[in-house]
């Protein structure tokens, strides 16, 4: 959940009508939501990329954090997973949920080992036969070569990973990118976990590859 997106109390009401398990939250601080949230029943799990937001969002009735390394692709900080996870953990109690260059078991465990309780992926789920991407999109992340993502300034003026497709590529829409296949425009956000990725693949192998 973006939340400094226009639409975002229209999106929060339909979490809750719809009665979502948990929603994670990002870009801003979902303190003015909380209560209708958890009138729902629903938990929450802010996204976190430096200790100093996750010191901020645990002054807050959440449920877990998600600790977001700037390996991962889409809106990210400036710390590592391996420098940022240990850092949190060790700051509370909470379930963390470690998120950026997951890839499979050997992943987990080096997380587990730092303090996560979970992980986030994203990148590892988009080569796959089920994914509703556009194909191009796809094939960008199977052809991704170190270093084969770059920075760059989304819309909302943040920086964001993307893949690298030249300086022709502006990265400004999601969307664009999701839907279109615009290389001109789209931001096709992936981690840098996108040079391991070699073939697209049906989703049941990512998850075998993870447990």
Do not use: W
């Not at 991962?72 to 998120?99: C, M, R």
Request: hydrophobic share 45%; charged share 20%.
């Amino acid at each position: 959940m973006v939340l400094f997106e226009s639409n975002a109390a229209a999106l929060i009401r339909v979490i809750c009508e719809e009665k979502v398990m948990a929603v994670t939250t990002g870009a801003g601080t979902p303190k003015q939501y909380i209560a209708q949230l958890q009138a729902a029943g629903i938990k929450i799990y802010p996204v976190v990329p430096t200790l100093k937001i996750a010191k901020k969002m645990l002054t807050l009735p959440i449920d877990g954090l998600i600790v977001e390394g700037m390996e991962a692709g889409g809106h990210i900080g400036t710390e590592t997973l391996l420098t940022l996870l240990p850092q949190v953990t060790a700051s509370t109690e909470l379930p963390v949920i470690a998120a950026g260059g997951i890839y499979d078991s050997n992943s987990i465990a080096a997380v587990r080992c730092l303090g996560a309780q979970g992980v986030q992926a994203g990148t590892i789920f988009l080569a796959t036969e089920e994914c509703e991407v556009v194909p191009r999109y796809k094939k960008f992340i199977v052809a991704a070569s170190n270093p084969g993502t770059t920075i760059k300034k989304s819309n909302a003026g943040l920086s964001a990973r993307v893949l690298d497709l030249g300086e022709n590529n502006q990265a400004l829409s999601l969307r664009d990118a999701v839907v279109k296949g615009n290389v001109v425009t789209g931001a096709f956000m992936a981690g840098q976990v996108a040079d391991r990725i070699k073939r697209i693949e049906p989703l049941h192998k990512v998850f075998e590859r993870l447990l």
